[in-house]
Nanobody, 122 residues
Framework: QVSLVESGGGLVQAGGSLRLSCAAS????????VGWYRQAPGKQREFVVV???????KYADSVKGRFTISRDNAKNTVYLQMNSLKPEDTAVYYC????????????????WGQGTQVTVSS
């Protein structure tokens, strides 16, 4: 079982930055990656980015060059640095744990955080 707790959301103007954190705890034997999804009002939850043990990453095209994922293994924490934020980045951001294969396919497991709201004003 894996528990995930997000923090760091808030309100920011377009062009600004925010950093989200995801603190993980529990048993990690069944997973090799932690990532982020987001869900805007009236839309489906969508993949944003993931990082695997060892540092391999995968980004959604919509955030490439603006968002950066990193991890601190000593703290079991994953960070999402979001720069050049746009109003369309407004969503609830969820942390997820799962498997990222060597071919680049991410399989999210049913381990989710409670979500943190990110609002970008224009």
């Amino acid at each position: 079982q894996v528990s995930l707790v997000e923090s760091g959301g808030g309100l920011v103007q377009a062009g600004g930055s925010l950093r989200l954190s995801c603190a993980a705890s529990g048993s990690f034997f069944s997973i090799n990656a932690v990532g982020w999804y987001r869900q805007a009002p009236g839309k489906q939850r969508e993949f944003v980015v993931v990082i695997r043990n060892g540092g391999r990453t995968k980004y959604a095209d919509s955030v490439k060059g603006r968002f950066t994922i990193s991890r601190d293994n000593a703290k079991n924490t994953v960070y999402l640095q979001m720069n050049s934020l746009k109003p369309e980045d407004t969503a609830v951001y969820y942390c997820n744990a799962g498997d990222l294969t060597s071919s680049g396919t991410y399989y999210p497991h049913n381990y989710w955080g409670q979500g943190t709201q990110v609002t970008v004003s224009s």
